[in-house]
């Protein structure tokens, strides 16, 4: 069954937001560029509060492995860690 994973990052714009994307190769506008394949969704929405950021993964293993990608293009860009990293277990997804 896949992962849902939830990240909070307090502060962070919609500008890093696109720049740590750049720095993956990633269009997040467009859909173009590298993504990774155990990736099944990604959202990202802006609030008050920062950026919050939830995807759906293959498994939490698979995400890690992406980590070795994701985690220097975060200190390239200056994010702090997130306020809230939560792994939940998937019961039902749809996308239209």
């Known amino acids: 069954m896949a992962e849902v ?3 909070e990052f307090p ?17 997040v506008t467009t859909g ?3 993504w990774p394949g155990p990736l099944q969704s990604h959202l990202a929405a802006q609030g008050d509060a920062g950026l919050v950021v939830v995807e ?12 070795q990608r ?3 293009a975060l200190a390239e860009v200056g994010l ?9 277990s998937l019961n039902g997804h749809y996308t239209g």
């Open 5 to 7: 994973l939830i990240l």
């Open 56 to 67: 759906v993964w293959d498994s939490q293993a698979a995400q890690g492995e992406f980590m």
């Open 32 to 34: 173009a560029g590298v």
């Open 70 to 72: 994701l985690g220097p």
């Open 80 to 88: 702090p860690e997130p306020s809230r990293m939560e792994w939940l």
């Open 11 to 27: 502060g962070v714009t919609q500008d890093q937001y696109m720049a740590v994307n750049k720095a993956l190769g990633i269009d």
